[in-house]
């Protein structure tokens, strides 16, 4: 209990005092116009409430991410809680709050114009291709996911290829539609729900009678029930993202940024709903173990044939919360997935029509962005989805070093102080370089060998940098 009372703690104290150090750097203005004040569009540019735009950014950015994660990052041990709280504090929070920011400060663009503003025209074009792919993956692994376990949860003539269907029609309002009129009203009682049934299990494990064997005590070793395949560097650190640091959510920071009403509220909206995310990751990491009563245990229940994390998180609900917490289950397991994949092809829109430099005002011309990028997404659907999330994990990591560089470009070329970013950028790059060596979807090669190689590449970057950054 005690790890898990300080985690949360440092968690706080780092929004309110690192947060602040961060906007400091960056040099927030709250005197410039925005560009949903300066050039509102009634469909992507438009102003909002800041509640309402954190809420949309928390569920845009967490949907079943920092849960799921949490729960299978968790079984790697007790490390799993210093990489939820440092990574979201010095990594994640800077990540999203530096990507909104720079998209700000240049009209609104989307990630690779705002990258390709910082490492240049050949990056721009390599960013638009690697978001977009991401994205994709994102919509269709967030289809296949609520769709099957609807299917289980209805009547039989109402099948997986039905709820596919229906969660497509759904996709394609969200992604055309003004963001003010379906998401907009949608994401703000569904974010609530997902913080509710956070703080409400939070409640049952602080008050009640709720042992987390957390087992800090005995060291940080790996725990994993398949310890030498499952190296605990990098793959913990892939493992969980959303909820330490993930690079989907610098593609879905510039959409947020273009409802921002002043550059005062980015800290609370982006470097804030990080946070919130960090928090809701530790809850489930230490719901995990509570509720399975140890790593052993959490292990032997997840090898049982049938028990996933949305099991875990069904049978976690229903035993603390009763009935009530059985609904927000499904709240969290289903709609939360949907939610995630609809903004994630809405962002796929935006960076298409920003390369092509399209006015979105237009239905027809969304139209003619939706139409191909929907049956992209269908195609990718045809893919194992044990592939697509493997694949999707490491792409959505290698985002955010190749976001975290492009903020520490930017901040060198401001004259700001870019360690802040250049450290988290550094530590990612020897992750994904790393995993992509060790990983069976990589090239399978020995772990000292990849991690050695993961820091060769890491120094190689940051010569590269300190070299350039001399040049005007």
Same mark, same amino acid.
């Given at each position: 209990?005690?790890?898990?009372?300080?985690?949360?703690?440092?968690?706080i104290?780092?929004y309110?005092?690192?947060?602040?150090?961060?906007?400091?750097?960056?040099?927030v203005?709250?005197?410039?116009?925005?560009p949903?004040?300066?050039?509102?569009?009634?469909?992507?540019?438009?102003?909002?409430?800041?509640?309402?735009?954190?809420?949309?950014? &928390?569920?845009n950015?967490?949907?079943?991410?920092?849960?799921?994660?949490?729960?299978?990052g968790?079984m790697f041990?007790?490390?799993?809680?210093?990489?939820?709280?440092?990574?979201?504090?010095f990594a994640?929070?800077?990540?999203?709050f530096?990507?909104?920011m720079?998209?700000l400060?240049?009209?609104g663009?989307?990630?690779?114009?705002?990258?390709?503003?910082?490492?240049?025209?050949?990056?721009?074009?390599?960013?638009?291709?690697?978001?977009?792919?991401?994205?994709i993956?994102?919509?269709a692994?967030?289809?296949l996911?609520?769709?099957?376990?609807?299917?289980?949860?209805?009547?039989?003539?109402?099948?997986?290829t039905?709820?596919?269907i229906?969660?497509?029609l759904?996709y394609?309002l969200?992604?055309?539609?003004?963001?003010d009129?379906?998401?907009?009203?949608?994401?703000?009682?569904?974010?609530?729900?997902?913080?509710?049934?956070?703080?409400?299990?939070?409640?049952?494990?602080?008050?009640?009678?709720?042992?987390i064997?957390?087992?800090?005590?005995?060291?940080?070793?790996?725990?994993?029930?398949?310890a030498?395949?499952?190296?605990? &560097?990098?793959?913990l &650190?892939?493992s969980?993202?959303?909820?330490?640091?993930?690079?989907?959510?610098?593609?879905?920071?510039?959409?947020?940024?273009?409802?921002?009403?002043?550059e005062?509220?980015?800290?609370?909206?982006?470097?804030?709903?990080?946070?919130a995310?960090?928090?809701v990751a530790?809850?489930?990491?230490?719901?995990?173990?509570?509720?399975t009563g140890g790593?052993?245990?959490?292990?032997?229940?997840?090898?049982?044939?049938g028990h996933?994390?949305?099991?875990?998180?069904?049978?976690v609900?229903?035993g603390?919360?009763g009935a009530?917490?059985?609904?927000?289950?499904?709240?969290?397991?289903?709609a939360?997935?949907?939610?995630?994949?609809?903004?994630?092809?809405?962002?796929v829109r935006?960076?298409?029509?920003?390369?092509?430099?399209?006015? #979105?005002?237009?239905?027809?011309?969304?139209?003619?962005?939706?139409v191909?990028?929907?049956?992209?997404?269908?195609?990718?659907?045809?893919?194992? $989805? #044990?592939?697509?999330?493997?694949?999707?994990?490491?792409?959505n990591?290698?985002l955010?070093?190749?976001?975290?560089?492009?903020?520490?470009?930017?901040?060198?070329?401001?004259?700001?102080?870019?360690?802040?970013?250049?450290?988290?950028?550094?530590?990612?790059?020897v992750?994904?370089?790393?995993?992509?060596?060790l990983?069976p979807?990589?090239l399978?090669?020995?772990?000292?060998?990849?991690?050695i190689?993961?820091?060769?590449?890491?120094?190689?970057?940051?010569?590269?940098? &300190? $070299?350039?950054?001399k040049?005007?």
């Amino acid at each position: 209990m005690t790890t898990f009372i300080v985690s949360l703690v440092l968690l706080i104290v780092g929004y309110v005092v690192y947060g602040v150090i961060v906007e400091k750097i960056f040099g927030v203005d709250p005197k410039r116009l925005t560009p949903a004040m300066d050039r509102p569009d009634g469909v992507d540019f438009v102003p909002m409430p800041v509640w309402k735009v954190f809420m949309i950014q &928390f569920l845009n950015i967490a949907g079943v991410g920092p849960i799921f994660g949490a729960i299978m990052g968790i079984m790697f041990g007790p490390a799993a809680f210093l990489w939820i709280v440092f990574g979201t504090i010095f990594a994640g929070a800077v990540h999203d709050f530096t990507a909104a920011m720079i998209s700000l400060r240049q009209g609104g663009v989307s990630l690779p114009e705002s990258v390709g503003n910082e490492l240049g025209s050949g990056m721009r074009h390599i960013m638009r291709v690697f978001s977009v792919i991401l994205l994709i993956l994102v919509g269709a692994v967030f289809v296949l996911t609520p769709s099957g376990l609807l299917a289980s949860m209805t009547p039989e003539k109402l099948d997986v290829t039905f709820w596919t269907i229906a969660i497509f029609l759904y996709y394609l309002l969200a992604t055309m539609l003004p963001i003010d009129k379906l998401i907009g009203k949608l994401y703000p009682i569904f974010g609530g729900a997902l913080l509710f049934m956070a703080l409400a299990l939070m409640g049952v494990m602080i008050f009640g009678d709720v042992q987390i064997p957390d087992g800090m005590t005995v060291g940080l070793h790996n725990r994993h029930p398949q310890a030498a395949t499952h190296a605990l &560097f990098p793959m913990l &650190f892939i493992s969980i993202a959303c909820g330490a640091i993930s690079g989907f959510h610098a593609t879905q920071s510039p959409m947020m940024a273009r409802c921002l009403t002043n550059e005062k509220l980015a800290r609370p909206v982006f470097y804030g709903a990080m946070v919130a995310e960090g928090i809701v990751a530790l809850i489930w990491a230490a719901a995990a173990i509570a509720f399975t009563g140890g790593y052993p245990q959490l292990a032997d229940y997840m090898a049982q044939e049938g028990h996933t994390p949305g099991s875990l998180v069904h049978d976690v609900s229903i035993g603390w919360l009763g009935a009530f917490g059985g609904l927000l289950a499904i709240i969290g397991v289903i709609a939360a997935p949907i939610t995630s994949g609809d903004t994630a092809l809405r962002s796929v829109r935006l960076i298409v029509a920003d390369a092509l430099k399209l006015d #979105q005002k237009s239905f027809w011309k969304r139209l003619m962005i939706c139409v191909p990028l929907f049956g992209l997404t269908f195609a990718i659907m045809m893919v194992d $989805f #044990q592939v697509l999330w493997r694949y999707f994990a490491w792409s959505n990591q290698t985002l955010a070093m190749i976001t975290l560089w492009a903020v520490t470009a930017y901040l060198s070329r401001k004259g700001r102080w870019y360690w802040v970013s250049l450290v988290p950028a550094l530590f990612m790059t020897v992750v994904t370089v790393s995993y992509i060596l060790l990983a069976p979807e990589g090239l399978s090669l020995d772990p000292t060998l990849s991690i050695i190689c993961g820091c060769a590449a890491a120094a190689i970057f940051a010569a590269l940098f &300190f $070299f350039l950054r001399k040049k005007p």
